[in-house]
Nanobody, 123 residues
């Protein structure tokens, strides 16, 4: 069982940066791929970024590639999403997700989900 808690969201201007954090419970964090998803009002949740359990590979949606960076700190049971050059279209609730133990980073299938953190980017 994994519990996830996102933090770091907020209101920023276009071009600004923001770093989201996701703290995970338990002792299996280092065995699970981790991902970030986002959901804008009226739209379905979409994949943003993922990182393998080993941290050896990362994957990004085309919409965020080059601007967002996913990373993890296993000592802190935390995964991060560094978001640079934010655009108004990045506005969404961002969700952290944990996959199955030793599961693939791509495709990413989340088994556990956080409650989300709001990111709002003004023009």
């Amino acid at each position: 069982q994994v519990q996830l808690a996102e933090s770091g969201g907020g209101l920023v201007q276009a071009g600004d940066s923001l770093r989201l954090s996701c703290a995970a419970s338990g002792r299996t964090f280092s065995t699970r791929p981790m991902g970030w998803f986002r959901q804008a009002p009226g739209k379905e949740r979409e994949f943003a970024a993922a990182i393998t359990w080993s941290g050896s590979s990362t994957y990004y949606a085309d919409s965020v590639k080059g601007r967002f960076t996913i990373s993890r700190d296993n000592a802190k049971n935390t995964v991060y999403l560094q978001m640079n050059t934010l655009k108004p279209e990045d506005t969404a609730v961002y969700y952290c997700s944990a996959g199955a133990r030793y599961g693939p980073g791509r495709p990413f299938n989340g088994d556990y989900w956080g409650q989300g953190t709001q990111v709002t980017v003004s023009s």
